[in-house]
């Protein structure tokens, strides 16, 4: 006879025996598959080269995980091993989890950050401008911290003509970030005459100022219509609440610095901006005091005659110029006729004559021309350059033309 | 509220933002002599405020407390 188990009896004896022989182990490997329901229960693979196996982690183990299990993440994970008896299949139950290359807290800061990056809520664009001189300011961080003490100092000997309103909130702890979170939103709903917030704590370890790496808070500062200035730590401190507020301080005293001018620096710019409207006022009135000079010393103001005399002036140079242009015109003419002279005096006979030509005439006076106006014997004057020959014709002959 | 109280609802910074106009304007130099004389007047009167508002000034710090699910102001006190 054989004995048979039912299905039932195995599943349950198979469960019992994986429970008792793994109640607890780390298990090392790569998460895929990875689904969280609204439950609140996420249900993965956990998987090496070789194998995988089916984990779930509830919600009740979920709550405390800091960063979200995502695909492709490789980590340890603490778990029982089980045996889902509906189905029959291997399952483990995980009780904490962590990342296996970084610590879980750096882990969770990256994957929030990656996160509102990529919705834009670090955008320089989103960056509201900050009031150059707010006159009611709030501030979000714990009454018992230094941060506050440090806050109130700053802005009372830099600006003390502001009115503060502090939301007191816990800056560490699990209740923080929903205390930060809900303060600034009723910080903006009951207060919206507040022209700027400071958000923020003093120095402590990276879990002490865990509360700012919160994605409620995050969400809370990206969406204050108030213009936001976190302070968080120290300097080196950066955590997500510096990168989505509209300005990021090193510190809560240099928030303060940051949100508030220097009175002294101010008093001085209205001493300098006073001194100024005296020295402008006392030049208008000195160069209008130059333009009535200048006026009053006006020739014609001096005496009218001026205008009279201006003109008579003119008439005396002119008068003046006239023998002058007088004269040149004569000059003028001289030169003329001394040139016509010049040109009549190259047509004289006598410049003729002067080359050695003659001119001879008749006893009449007629002059001789041609040979055959003369006879033999015919007694001819001969008119040289100088004086003149009286003499006979002793022959005469015509040759050629 | 009293008068200086209403006095400072006037923005510290608007104030600031006229009087530099102020001396802009009297800098400028084109303003005839009484109105430039209008200009400095009023100027040199906002400096004056603007410089007691800032001497006399004290900071007002409240904090801000939940009573009975109602938000109230009360003056703050420090704890040493």
Known sequence: ?401 | MNKSGAAKKDSFEASLQKLEELVRELEGGEKGLEESLEIFEQGITLAKTLAQQLQEAKQKVEVLTQQNGKSAKTPFTERR
Request: charged letters at 25%; hydrophobic letters at 40%.
């Open chain 1, 1 to 401: 006879m054989r004995t048979a188990l039912t299905v039932s009896q195995l599943a349950a004896a198979v469960h019992d025996i994986l429970e008792g022989a793994f109640p607890d182990v780390w298990v090392e490997g790569e998460i895929s598959n990875c689904k969280t329901y609204p439950s609140g229960h996420t249900y993965l693979t956990l998987k090496d080269e070789a194998s995988q196996l089916r984990a779930v982690l509830f919600k009740g183990a979920a709550w405390n995980l800091r960063f979200r299990l995502e695909d492709g993440l490789k980590v340890l994970a603490r778990a029982r091993v089980s045996c889902y008896p509906p189905r029959g299949d291997l399952q483990l139950i995980l009780s904490a989890v962590e990342p296996k290359e970084k610590g879980s807290l750096q882990l969770a800061f990256e994957q929030l950050k990656a996160k509102l990056e990529a919705e834009g809520l670090f955008e320089a664009s989103r960056k509201r401008p900050l009031p150059r001189i707010p006159q009611r300011l709030g501030v979000v961080t714990s009454l018992q911290g230094a941060a506050l003490r440090d806050i109130l100092s700053v802005l009372g000997r830099r600006w003390p003509a502001l009115e503060i309103l502090i939301a007191p909130v816990s800056v560490q702890g699990e209740a923080a970030k929903d205390e930060i979170a809900s303060a600034i939103e009723r910080l903006n709903r009951q207060f919206p005459e507040l022209e700027l917030l400071l958000v923020g704590r003093g120095g402590g370890s990276l879990e002490d100022l865990w509360a700012f790496n919160e994605e409620v808070v995050a969400r809370a500062i990206a969406a204050s219509r108030i213009p936001v200035i976190s302070c968080v730590g120290h300097e080196t401190d950066t955590t997500i609440s510096d990168f989505v507020a509209d300005m990021r301080a090193p510190t809560p005293s240099a928030a303060a610095e940051l949100a508030v001018p220097d009175r002294d620096a101010v008093l001085e710019q209205i001493e300098s901006s006073a001194a100024g409207m005296e020295a402008s006022l006392r030049h208008a009135i000195e160069r209008l005091g130059q333009r009535l000079e200048a006026l009053r010393r006006h020739p014609f103001l001096q005496s009218p005659y001026r205008l009279y005399e201006e003109r008579m002036r003119r008439v005396d140079e002119l008068y003046g110029r006239l023998p002058e242009a007088m004269r040149r015109r004569l000059l003028h003419a001289d030169k003329d006729l001394a040139l016509q002279a010049q040109r009549l005096d190259a047509f004289s006979p006598l410049k003729v004559l002067g080359r050695g030509y003659a001119i001879a005439r008749k006893a009449d006076g007629s002059i001789v021309r041609s040979s055959r106006q003369v006879r033999r014997g015919e007694a001819l004057s001969l008119r040289l350059a100088e004086g003149q020959i009286l003499c006979e014709v002793s022959d005469e002959q015509v040759r050629g033309g």
